[in-house]
């Protein structure tokens, strides 16, 4: 377990130097360039495309994934899968701490326009984008850990991938994140599951898998040495 939580802590603080980096990066080179894409797009909004944003945007809210994402883990760890139950809690929270402490390195200001929704702190990464990334993501493969089928791992893929592109579609039409911001949410949400889920089940796949190789291994020489009738 100390291996595992120190190659945890190593991906975390890699993602926020990547996060950090990119984040400065994009200020000097770019720097608010992308400010027409959000100017266009609060151009054309409406009072009825408004009120359906505003619903699909608490879909990235910690408000309603932090709960959703208690009853999951405490739904797995009473049916003892703690394992899975720990990957939930570390991706979502891990996920939300690592977008606010990139947000604090960057400090990037938000877009000038008229904000549709209040709004604290900077603006480089979503955190709305990358807590969805963090949590939908991660319910895709906790289908998969769970035994799904191939075509059920898929919808579910596919539907955590329609979320997430939802919300931060969301955050852009709301006026209170640049597309950089957005995406750059989604990949390092992304990017902090999938690391969490790599260190702490792939480990356990691999000892699943010892069992099956040891007993190929010891039936072949068996097999050898058995005499022909």
């Not at 408004?50 to 797995?76: D, I």
């Not at 003892?80 to 977008?99: I, K, N, P």
């Not at 991938?161 to 852009?172: N, P, T």
Request: proline share 5%.
């Amino acid at each position: 377990m100390p291996g595992r939580a120190t190659r945890l802590l190593a991906g975390f603080l890699a993602l926020v130097l990547i996060g950090w980096g990119v984040g400065e990066l994009w200020l000097a080179i770019v720097g608010s360039t992308d400010l027409d894409a959000v100017r266009e797009v609060a151009a054309d909004r409406t009072q009825a495309l408004t009120a359906a944003v505003r619903a699909v945007t608490w879909v990235g809210s910690a408000y309603v994934l932090v709960p959703l994402a208690l009853v999951c883990s405490l739904a797995l760890a009473y049916s003892g899968r703690r394992r899975e139950a720990l990957l939930m809690v570390l991706a979502l929270g891990g996920a939300m701490l690592l977008s606010n402490l990139v947000k604090l390195l960057v400090s990037r200001p938000r877009p000038p326009v008229a904000h549709l929704q209040t709004v604290t702190g900077s603006s480089f990464p979503s955190g709305h984008a990358t807590q969805a990334s963090a949590f939908w993501f991660s319910l895709a493969l906790l289908v998969g850990a769970l035994g799904g089928s191939r075509a059920v791992c898929g919808l579910a893929a596919g539907a955590a991938s329609g979320l997430v592109v939802a919300v931060a579609a969301s955050r852009l039409y709301l006026g209170v994140h640049y597309p950089a911001d957005v995406v750059a949410g989604v990949l390092l949400g992304a990017g902090w599951t999938a690391w969490v889920w790599h260190s702490l089940a792939a480990p356990r796949a691999r000892v699943r898998a010892r069992p099956s190789q040891a007993a190929g291994r010891s039936h072949g020489p068996g097999d050898a040495a058995r005499p022909r009738p």
